[in-house]
């Protein structure tokens, strides 16, 4: 009876703590997109391409030592599309800092700003004008 406890509490302890290491870890990952643009950075732009069905940006974190790519959040309101990106060096670990995404706009697009939780900032208008 002894020996079945003890092999049980062995058995055990890996299991809890892979349990835990992978819900810190996918919480880091994605936990962050329930805080909206409160959790978003900024980032390099290379391109901005529009079109009717959606908006394909290419960029990459602005850091000296680039984090990894983890995602962005998108919201589209009276054809402004507002975008945040979020980097991660350790949640990030497995991805490169370069992104290459394509928003899927409902609508014309006019204007496309990143939006951060400390500011927000022009990068296309259908005029032409960038920021």
Not at 1 to 24: D, E, Q, S, Y
Not at 27 to 39: D, E, L, S
Not at 71 to 92: C, K, P, Q
Request: hydrophobic residues 45%; glycine residues 12%.
């Amino acid at each position: 009876m002894r020996k079945r406890t003890l092999f049980l509490k062995i058995l055990l302890v890996p299991i809890v703590l892979a349990a835990v290491l992978l819900i810190v870890f996918f919480t880091g990952r994605y936990g962050w997109k329930m805080f909206g643009f409160h959790a978003c950075e900024s980032a390099d732009i290379e391109s901005v391409e529009v079109t009717a069905d959606g908006v394909r940006i290419t960029g990459c974190d602005p850091s000296l030592v680039p984090d990894g790519f983890l995602g962005y959040h998108a919201e589209e309101t009276n054809g402004i599309l507002y975008v945040g990106f979020r980097f991660s060096g350790l949640f990030g670990m497995f991805e490169t800092g370069r992104f290459d995404i394509t928003v899927p706009t409902d609508s014309g697009i006019r204007e496309v700003y990143i939006k951060t939780s400390r500011d927000e900032y022009l990068i296309w208008s259908i005029d032409g004008i960038s920021g």
